[in-house]
């Protein structure tokens, strides 16, 4: 094993950015500790501008912001990253620390199990549940007897 | 990437510091500042140079610099300043080496003067009470620079870059922990 | 003769003071959390958002609770908020066609791919007013939950672009203008008005939405889709150079169509009035896709006959920031100025009573 691809970084980063903070802490809990990382840039809470398009497939314009938090760890030789929604400061540490040790092929197979797949679960478990409450409100039309 | 070191150990209090240095020397040409003390910025830049970047360009502020990869990716970390490939489009230029021309930078409008370019020069060294003689706002009667590792014509450019007033650039002279600016008001007659 | 005059800290002190006690109310009432304000009133906390034009739902919640309520107020706490933090930059152009669907209509179209779907919505109730909500702590009955859940599904007007009915959007990249760094100015291209009317005061654009209906403007829109839902948030951060997702927004999209009877250069064809917003905001998705159809009046060659087609109008008195501002601070202390005014007033009367001397007697 070598460094990640980038789709798989992607997609690891993607599913830190949406767990709570005590849902990350609570399943690195349960493995043995990483090291404590140097802090390249402390979490910091800033703003993104959301961007749509244009008749939603037009040109680019600006929506409005949205608050964002990042945060930078060394750990080794790997540089971990976190882009956040919202203002945790704790979550964007945990992101970016789990990122500095997934770039580790050390480490990598046992956080991807026990860390990233069962948060990857729940956010689909929360996503299914969610489909299936919009499939009960899907109109079933059906025809009326012609009149004449 | 590899080499990637911290930036501000506390980037509100430490940018504000340097704010209030590059403003104290802004508003006082020729007078030299301190700023930067503590910061490991990856060479070519001086501790000056990369604690007035780290203040002043973020994503806002187009960058353009000559302080090679390694100096780049820091700046781009640290500051999330887009970099772009014609100093002329830049809202801060870095020069480490041989500085860009004055007239090629931005330099502003009758009506938005604000956008003329802050060109961060790193110099050799900077001794305040022989050299330069600098007149004009922010000074009473005259203050005295020397500046180690000018550019060469530098004097000259200078006094084209003033007559344009209000158009033109702002320059801040950095060299190790220390820095003085030239806001575009300032006169410089050779010592 | 004009008297400086200072004064007024104590009495605004007390003031301030009495404001707060009213915003808790009776103390004997159990106070309101932020979470309670987040969960239990999401559409005025998705107004803050859309207003205060910053997502975060917490801070919303928040900035209600420390207006009283007063919305416009708890937009004004955001959007000054918001000038405190640092901007990362900006996101990568929401895909709205993968939107994760809440819900999904269509007026122009009974059967469409990914069908109708009503999701959690006002529409079709009775509007009674519910007084088992009055008895607190009844545990309400869950939603049901389907068989087929609710996928992405494409957008109606992709369905009539690729008969060419539909007028094709410019796609392309170019950078957006962006209000909060460069000021308004006209003529305003449709990103700027776009995101001028994406905050813009709900109240106004909807009368002014009505007003196209009315015959303020010439337009006979359908409801070609409207659509809410959960959207990923992409941003490539400078270090990266690569696209990060940030998480997810709710937004709503709403497509007005509306017929363009063609000009010398294009054919009759539908054209698109755009709306989309963050949060659940469907009556004020509405109304900003009729006001961005009625602004492109001058780009398609129509008559300017209306206020919602008059963008300077539109454009100028969409937010209720800046709107507040300027009508409230005229409750601020203006004795200089009117005091000129009664002078001139006085001198005025006393002129055209020297050149009437008889009709003073």
Redesign the interface.
């Known amino acids: 094993m070598t460094a990640p691809d980038t789709e798989q970084r992607r997609r690891w980063m993607a599913v830190l950015a949406r767990a709570r903070a005590e849902e990350i802490a609570g399943l690195l809990a349960g493995l043995p500790p990483l090291p404590e990382p140097e802090r390249l840039r402390p979490p910091e809470t800033g703003l993104v501008m959301v961007r749509g398009r244009m008749g939603g497939d037009g040109g680019p314009f600006n929506l409005g912001e949205m608050t964002v938090t990042r945060c930078a760890v060394r750990l080794g030789d790997a540089v971990g990253h976190a882009y956040v929604a919202g203002r945790d400061k704790r979550q964007a540490e945990l992101a970016a620390l789990l990122d500095a040790a997934l770039q580790d092929p050390a480490r990598r197979d046992a956080l991807l199990a026990g860390v990233i797949a069962p948060l990857a679960q729940r956010q689909q478990a929360a996503r299914d549940a969610e489909a299936r409450k919009a499939a009960a409100t899907r109109v079933e039309f059906f025809a009326m007897q012609t009149t004449r | 990437?590899?080499a990637?070191?911290?930036?501000f150990a506390d980037?509100v209090l430490d940018a504000q510091a340097t704010f209030r240095a590059v403003l104290e020397a802004m508003s006082r040409p020729g007078r030299v500042q301190r700023a930067g003390a503590g910061l490991r910025p990856p060479g070519p830049l001086n501790a000056a140079a990369a604690a007035v970047l780290l203040s002043l360009a973020?994503?806002?502020t187009p960058l353009w610099l000559d302080a090679g990869a390694e100096a780049e990716?820091w700046l781009?970390?640290?500051c999330?300043?887009?970099?772009v490939a014609a100093a002329g489009a830049a809202a801060f230029v870095l020069a480490t080496r041989a500085a860009p021309a004055l007239a090629s930078l931005a330099q502003g409008s009758e009506e938005e003067p604000q956008q003329g370019a802050t060109l961060v020069l790193q110099v050799a060294g900077l001794e305040e009470g022989a050299g330069w003689r600098l007149t004009g706002p922010g000074i009473a009667h005259e203050h005295r620079l020397r500046v180690a590792g000018a550019p060469p014509g530098f004097v000259a450019a200078w006094a084209a870059n003033r007559a344009a007033f209000p158009c033109g650039v702002d320059v801040v002279l950095c060299a190790g922990e220390h820095l003085a600016a030239l806001p575009r008001t300032v006169a410089i007659a050779e010592g | 003769m004009y008297v400086a005059v200072k004064g007024g800290e104590r009495a605004i002190s007390a003031a301030h003071a009495w404001l707060e006690e009213t915003r808790r109310g009776d103390p004997a009432v159990p106070e309101l959390s932020v979470a309670q304000i987040e969960q239990q009133m999401p559409l005025a906390v998705d107004r803050v958002m859309a207003e205060g034009s910053c997502h975060d739902r917490f801070l919303a919640a928040l900035a209600i609770k420390q207006a009283k309520g007063d919305l416009i107020e708890a937009a004004f706490l955001l959007r000054a908020y918001r000038t405190t933090l640092p901007r990362f930059g900006a996101s990568e152009p929401l895909d709205t066609a993968r939107m994760r669907l809440r819900r999904r209509i269509s007026a122009t179209y009974k059967d469409l791919p990914g069908g109708q779907v009503l999701g959690p919505t006002f529409d079709y109730t009775h509007r009674l007013l519910d007084f088992a909500l009055a008895a607190e702590g009844e545990p309400r009955a869950s939603a049901p939950e389907g068989s087929a859940p609710v996928g992405e599904a494409p957008r109606v007007t992709e369905l009539l672009t690729r008969e060419g009915l539909m007028q094709r959007e410019q796609a392309g990249d170019a950078e957006p203008g962006d209000l909060t760094r460069q000021p308004l100015s006209f003529p305003a291209a449709r990103d700027a008005r776009l995101q001028n009317l994406a905050r813009g005061d709900e109240g106004f654009l909807l009368a002014l939405g009505y007003s196209t209906q009315r015959g303020y403007g010439n337009a006979h829109p359908f409801v070609g889709e409207i659509r809410l839902g959960h959207v990923t948030v992409e941003f490539t951060p400078p270090e990266l150079g690569f696209p990060v997702e940030l998480g997810e927004i709710g937004i709503t999209e709403c497509q007005m169509v509306n017929q363009f009877k063609g000009s010398r250069t294009e054919p009759a064809q539908f054209t698109r009035g755009y709306g989309l917003v963050f949060g659940h905001g469907e009556r004020r998705a509405m109304a900003m896709a009729l006001v961005d159809r009625a602004l492109r009046a001058q780009e398609l060659g129509e008559d300017i006959t209306a206020p919602a087609q008059d963008a300077e109008f539109v454009l100028y008195h969409s937010d209720n920031i800046e709107a507040t501002g300027f009508v409230e601070h005229l409750k601020l202390p203006h004795y200089v100025d009117f005091q000129s005014e009664l002078e001139n007033l006085r001198t005025i009367r006393r002129a055209a009573e020297a050149a009437l001397p008889e009709a003073a007697e």
Do not use: E, I
């Not at chain 2, 990637?4 to 930036?7: S, V």
């Not at chain 2, 999330?80 to 970099?83: D, K, R, T, Y």
């Open positions: 990437m590899t990637l070191t911290a930036g980037p973020d994503a806002d990716a781009r970390f640290h999330g300043a887009p970099v």
